[in-house]
C-alpha cells in the first residue's frame, strides 16, 4: 500500500491542491487545530455507499459537536475504493473542493456544492465518474433538488448539477464561474447576482441574463 500512496499523496499535494485553491479558494487553515495540514482519513467500517466523504462538524470544537476530530479532514472508504483506484484521485479533489467551499460559502445549497466537487473533478485531471451518464439516463430532475439518501438514486442528481456548471464555465468564463462559487448568495440566487454585476448580457438583443 505504501507504494500506492506516495504518487498519489504527490499528486494531491503538486496537482490538486494548487488547482482546487486556483479555482475555488482555499480550505480553513491553520484551522480548528492550528495546524495548517490537511488529513486524510482511509479505513474500513465506513459503509457501501461513498468512496469519500468531509464532515463540516469536524471544523468545530468537541464542545459544540461531541464526536468532531477538530481537524481540517476528510474520509476515503477502504471497503469500496483501493489505493490503486484510478478513480481515487477525482474522489480527493470532490472532497477537497467540499473542504475548501465550507470555508468560503458554509451554508451552499447541496446540489451547487456537489456540482462544484464533480466539476473539480474535472479540473484535476480527472474524468467524473459517470455521473454525466447517469444523468443522461434519467433527465427528468430538478436541478436545485437533491436525492434524499446518499445511495444510487442520488448520482444522477450529481450529474445535473455537474454539466449545468460545467456549461455554465463554458458559457460565462473561468472568471464568472470563480465568482460563483465563492459567491455568499445560494444557487440561483447566487447566478443572478454574479451575472448582474459581471453585466453579462445576451449577445443577440443585449438583455441581461437571469436563471
Not at 28 to 41: N, V
Not at 173 to 194: C, I, K, P
Amino acid at each position: 500500500q505504501r507504494t500506492a500512496l506516495q504518487p498519489l499523496m504527490q499528486e494531491f499535494e503538486q496537482i490538486i491542491i494548487p488547482r482546487v485553491h486556483n479555482f475555488f479558494g482555499h480550505e480553513w487553515s491553520p484551522g480548528i487545530d492550528g495546524d495548517p495540514r490537511i488529513y486524510i482519513l482511509y479505513a474500513e467500517g465506513m459503509g457501501k455507499s461513498v468512496a469519500g466523504y468531509y464532515s463540516p462538524k469536524d471544523e468545530y470544537s468537541q464542545l459544540a459537536h461531541e464526536y468532531s476530530n477538530e481537524k481540517e479532514i476528510f474520509y476515503l472508504n477502504a471497503d469500496i475504493i483501493a489505493l490503486d483506484d484510478p478513480g481515487l484521485p477525482g474522489t480527493l479533489a470532490h472532497e477537497f473542493q467540499h473542504m475548501v467551499h465550507w470555508a468560503n460559502d458554509s451554508n451552499e445549497e447541496t446540489w451547487m456544492n456537489e456540482g462544484a466537487s464533480v466539476l473539480s473533478e474535472l479540473l484535476t485531471g480527472n474524468m467524473p465518474r459517470g455521473f454525466d451518464h447517469a444523468f443522461i439516463a434519467n433527465p427528468d430532475l430538478q436541478l436545485n433538488a437533491w436525492s434524499a439518501s446518499d445511495g444510487p438514486e442520488s448520482i444522477p442528481h450529481y450529474g445535473a448539477a455537474f454539466l449545468f456548471l460545467e456549461y455554465f464555465l463554458e458559457r460565462f468564463g473561468e472568471s464568472a464561474t470563480r465568482a460563483l462559487v465563492a459567491h455568499q448568495a445560494n444557487g440561483f440566487a447566487a447566478m443572478d447576482a454574479v451575472l448582474q454585476q459581471l453585466n453579462i448580457v445576451d449577445p443577440l438583443y443585449g438583455n441581461p441574463i437571469n436563471i
